[in-house]
């Protein structure tokens, strides 16, 4: 993507916008992945991220439509991203939930920087599944928490290996999980 079709994409975020605090703190080698840019190879990823002046610009791969811009500050070795901006043009995206705007971004950013710190989901937060993952964390340190996009889909996830393995697999804490996301309700699928 040429830096015309960037600042192009960039000029167009709406003037219609929810704004949030973030204080996201990164390293140099995490801000230097932003700097490079990452730009879709296919339509199957989402987002075309990359710098205009002083702001991070998330554009969905698939229209162009800017979607988020974050403020950051450079301080010596450090990035701190600062002021979220979501559009609320609701002819390029339909959410109106700051808060969940804010959770997803915080997703993405998990997912390119490789971190586990910047979103906590808060169904998934009961002592028993920390304890668990403590317990066991020698054993899978690349999978030490359960996605959020829905629990639906991870309970049939352990199902079906359960089903399918059960001489193999066991799942500590299964009813324990069940009985504990039971009361959530199943809106806050990413």
Do not use: P
């Not at 317990?135 to 399918?164: F, M, R, V, W």
């Amino acid at each position: 993507m040429t830096i015309e079709i960037q600042r192009k994409i960039a000029e167009s975020f709406s003037h219609k916008y929810a704004e949030s605090e973030l204080n996201i703190e990164l390293n140099e080698n995490e801000f230097k992945l932003f700097e490079k840019g990452i730009f879709a190879g296919s339509m199957d990823e989402k987002w075309n991220i990359f710098i205009v002046d002083s702001s991070i610009f998330f554009a969905r791969s698939w229209t162009d439509n800017c979607i988020y811009k974050i403020g950051f500050k450079k301080n010596n070795r450090k990035t701190i991203l600062d002021n979220l901006k979501v559009s609320r043009d609701e002819l390029l995206y339909k959410s109106a939930d700051l808060n969940y705007d804010t959770n997803m971004l915080k997703k993405i950013l998990e997912i390119y920087l490789n971190r586990k710190d910047l979103y906590i989901d808060q169904r998934m937060n009961f002592s028993l599944i920390q304890q668990t993952i403590q317990n066991h964390k020698a054993y899978y340190e690349s999978k030490s928490h359960i996605g959020s996009q829905s629990i639906e889909l991870n309970l049939s996830i352990y199902d079906s290996l359960i089903i399918s393995s059960s001489e193999f697999i066991n799942v500590n804490g299964i009813e324990e999980l069940r009985r504990n996301t039971a009361k959530f309700k199943t809106n806050m699928n990413f």
